[in-house]
């Protein structure tokens, strides 16, 4: 269990680079300092290969290419079953909540969202560590 906000290691995954920069600077608001980025799936996947017991928390998008965050997710859970993985997604359609929440994602939270939504859920997020 995690002491607090500062000690977590955050992995944002996004292809967009202004919403990864958004991410980091509401993570950076909230206290949380050690934030990790990568463009779309495969390389948050080359990343966890080489870091992956360090990071605490996945924050990612669920459109991406090469690799879309459902993939991401479901690879994760694979290798790391109990990381938290928060889906950030403009998909609110009952397929794509209902394929997330097969593969057990902490948390979804559809785009747009207001900076108290996003702590809201990571807030949730984090309460579960």
């Known amino acids: 269990m995690l002491k607090n906000k500062n000690d977590l290691a955050v992995l ?4 967009v680079v202004q919403a990864r920069d958004l991410t980091r600077a509401l993570l950076s608001h ?3 300092y050690w934030v990790f980025t990568a463009s779309d799936g495969r390389e948050a996947r080359e990343f966890l290969n080489r870091s992956g017991a360090m990071i605490d ?3 990612c998008d669920w459109r ?3 690799m879309s965050g459902l993939e991401l997710l479901i690879e994760v859970r694979d ?4 990381m938290p993985f928060m889906m950030v ?3 609110s359609d009952m397929e794509s909540v209902s394929a997330a929440a097969r593969h057990d994602v902490s948390a979804y939270i559809r785009k ?3 900076p108290q939504q996003f702590k809201e ?9």
């Open 121 to 129: 859920k990571l807030m949730a997020v984090l309460d579960k560590l």
């Open 12 to 15: 944002v995954v996004d292809d």
């Open 30 to 32: 909230l206290g949380v």
């Open 112 to 114: 747009p969202y207001s």
């Open 57 to 59: 928390l996945i924050i």
């Open 79 to 82: 290798e790391y079953p109990d």
């Open 89 to 91: 997604t403009g998909n």
């Open 64 to 66: 991406m290419p090469r």
